[in-house]
């Protein structure tokens, strides 16, 4: 039996949400955008009004006001948008319990198990449509197909406020004219790539074979053939099972450039002990570091290592951290942005080969000492005990990567 | 023009967890007991410009909506309420 699978994605969400908030807005060019004086100063999303002026998103607030001089730029209030994206599970939720998030505005649906066939997925994608408008009062995007891929593809076909079915009598139409780049997992160095070869086209894709795909992208061309087709069986999710984490990570854009260590040092100690606060809270423990770091003009690479032990000690990250900078960064240009990531996960409560060269009594110590400090953090803030590194520079250190924690759509896989 | 108004409540939770509000209690403490709730659903506002739980209220004789905003709750203005407020 052909499954029957929508993709909703709420339209322009962070702009919606904004403006159903703000009455005095709603016929206005509104942008949410990121503070200027901090560096954050990109366009996150923008209203239907502001699109009409070529405002992009992802693009600078000061290039954006070029081309609408009127644009009213609004702070993102992410606890805001997180709560109308349970509002919107919730709605979801009503009529399966199938249901996938693909970051804070999107989310699959199967809904098989209700709608026997597309005909009548697109009568429940009215009602959920319906629904979301009167509950959330903002609009959503739907797409119905008979795979995760194609639903996607549908609900970006039109917009805002609209439903699009891709049967499969009907996908040749409708997704084989559109650019390769729009298909899932096709960015923009696939679609370099694709273009080399003359395929423009998700239907030039589809019809290529997958030998010659396969020696172009790896086995990614295989996999971009299967979804071109309409081939993709990825089941979507129960919604309880939310996926196990890989990986934990912040990173940020410092207020000003950073010119020396010092700088560096302060601000990957606030991201690692962020990190490692949040790794303390999931019980896990790690191994690898990876940093990432962008200069100035924008150029970025990230560097990883393996530790010998698993650790969720803040101290050791950082050095961890700082170890790798050190090493790998010669600093010819000053220092836009920086992240650190651990990986390679292990329960905290598994036991540990303890060897001769260091001090597990010490470790222990550390590892307590951070745990005390979290519950201070937890109840006091997080700015109620800080190292005395911290306080060298408040501007760059005045910030909480845990608190501000930032959002990204999930892997598909 | 903010036709969104934040208002005090007294509210009964039951062992259920059910929340049923029974008065608002304007600014000046003028008390309006609320006489039956009518209907409960979650919806929006688009007038005041928020969503949350909406509780359809016969207050007065006369049927209000009052929202739950997480842990706040508010009503709707009317336009001439807002110039004498």
């Known amino acids: 039996m052909e499954r029957v699978i929508l993709h909703s994605d709420c339209n322009s969400f962070y702009a919606s949400v904004e403006c159903l908030h703000r009455p005095d807005l709603r016929d206005k060019p509104v942008a949410v955008g990121g503070d200027v004086e901090a560096r954050h100063g990109i366009i996150l999303t923008k209203n239907q009004i502001a699109k009409k002026f070529n405002v992009k998103t992802g693009e600078a607030i000061w290039q954006a006001k070029q081309k609408c001089p009127e644009l009213v730029i609004v702070p993102p209030d992410f606890p805001l948008y997180m709560r109308f994206s349970k509002m919107a599970h919730k709605v979801y939720l009503n009529y399966t ?15 098989s198990s209700n709608a026997h066939n597309l005909k009548e997925g697109f009568e429940f994608a009215k009602k959920i449509s319906r629904q ?22 549908g609900s970006d076909y039109k917009k805002p406020d609209a439903i699009t079915v891709i049967k499969k009598d009907n996908f ?35 019809n290529t074979p997958t030998n010659i795909l396969n020696s172009l992208l790896g086995k990614w061309g295989g996999l971009l053939h299967c979804f071109a087709n309409g081939l993709d069986t990825t089941p979507v999710c129960q919604y309880d099972n939310q996926p196990t984490v ?14 020396n260590e010092e700088d560096v040092k302060i601000i990957l100690f606030v991201l690692a002990d962020s990190v490692a606060r949040r790794l303390r809270e999931q019980g896990l423990k790690a191994k690898t570091v990876c940093i990432s770091v962008r200069d100035n003009q924008l150029y970025s690479f990230t560097r990883q290592r393996t530790l010998n032990r698993y650790t969720n000690i803040t101290s050791e990250i950082e050095r961890a951290g700082m170890e790798l900078f050190r090493k790998y960064y010669n600093w010819n240009k000053s220092i836009r942005s ?34 005390s400090v979290d519950n201070l953090k937890n109840r006091f803030g997080s700015y109620c005990v800080q190292p005395a590194i911290l306080l060298a520079d408040r501007e760059l250190s005045g910030f909480d990567p845990k608190k501000e924690h930032t959002i990204h759509p999930e892997g598909y896989f | 023009m903010c036709l969104k108004k934040y208002v005090n409540v007294t509210a009964r ?31 929006v506002s688009l007038k005041a410009g928020g969503a949350g739980i909406r509780y359809t209220c016969r207050i ?11 842990n706040r709750w508010f009503v709707e203005l009317k336009e ?6």
Do not use: M
């Open chain 1, 132 to 153: 979301i408008k009167c509950e959330l009062g903002i609009t959503v995007s739907i797409g119905v197909s008979y795979n995760k891929v194609f639903a996607k593809l």
């Open chain 1, 246 to 259: 890989k990986s934990i990570g912040n990173s940020t854009t410092a207020p000003r450039d950073l010119e």
């Open chain 2, 80 to 85: 001439k309420q807002y110039i004498a407020y």
């Open chain 2, 13 to 43: 939770f039951d062992e259920n967890g059910n929340i049923t509000p029974l008065a608002v209690i304007w600014d000046n403490d003028v008390k309006f007991e609320i006489e039956r709730v009518l209907d409960i659903n979650p919806a």
């Open chain 1, 338 to 371: 920086i992240g650190i990531s651990v990986t390679d996960f292990v329960s905290d409560t598994i036991s540990v080969q303890t060897d001769l060269f260091s001090n597990e009594l010490k470790r222990e110590k550390k590892e307590k000492l951070d745990r």
């Open chain 1, 97 to 111: 319990d199938k249901v996938e998030p693909f970051g804070l505005d999107e989310c699959w649906l199967d809904i």
């Open chain 2, 60 to 70: 007065c004789g006369h049927e209000k909506y009052l929202f739950l905003e997480e």
């Open chain 1, 172 to 206: 040749k139409e409708i997704v084989w004219p559109l650019p390769a780049g729009d298909l899932l997992y096709v960015g923009k160095a696939t679609a370099r790539k694709l273009s080399s070869i003359g395929i423009h086209t998700i239907g030039e894709l589809a």
